[in-house]
């Protein structure tokens, strides 16, 4: 692989980016782990609530005001779609109400929902920022989405190294 010639100055910015890259990677690694340990505690009954906003920052970058007016919108949108009495796969009757909203990025975040039985439940919700018509995603996440939260980071520090290496090819 041939490298083209970079000045000194614009060697260095390439290796400030990439160090600053390494280290949210490792930050995202380490809350992802500490995520996974939160949840193995809450499946032991260790602790009882789940609470990520004391560990979870935005990195950085707030969430616009428009962003999360939405999400609001959306996670009560979702509570008041959950806490239909017809709906399939409610078997108990439940009814959900949002409890709060975490972001936990400028275009992502964790909502908990109170359900009526007690209980309570954890979407991650995603921002889709399509230019024509932005919107918010999300899943009610179980504990099978956590079991390979660390094969996720791995797997992306992967494809960062190989694609790193793409930015210096003709």
Known sequence: MKLPFVSRKQHQE???????ENYNN????TKLKRIQELCEDHMNNRIGNL????IVKTGGREMRKDVAKALYEKANEIAFRYSKHDR???FNN?????????PISAQGA???FSKSTGKKALAHFIHV??????????YIMGSQHFINLHM???KYAEVEKHNFKLNFQD
Do not use: C, G
Not at 14 to 20: G, I, K, M, N
Not at 94 to 102: D, P, R, T, Y
Not at 129 to 138: I, T, V
């Open 110 to 112: 964790m909502v908990v």
């Open 14 to 20: 390439l290796q400030e980016a990439f160090a600053q």
């Open 129 to 138: 920022d399509h230019p024509k018509r932005p919107f918010w995603q999300y």
């Open 94 to 102: 439940e009814s959900f109400s949002v409890e709060e909203i975490i």
């Open 26 to 29: 490792r930050i995202l690694a």
């Open 51 to 54: 609470r990520f906003a004391t």
């Open 152 to 154: 996720l980071t791995e």
């Open 88 to 90: 399939a796969n409610n």
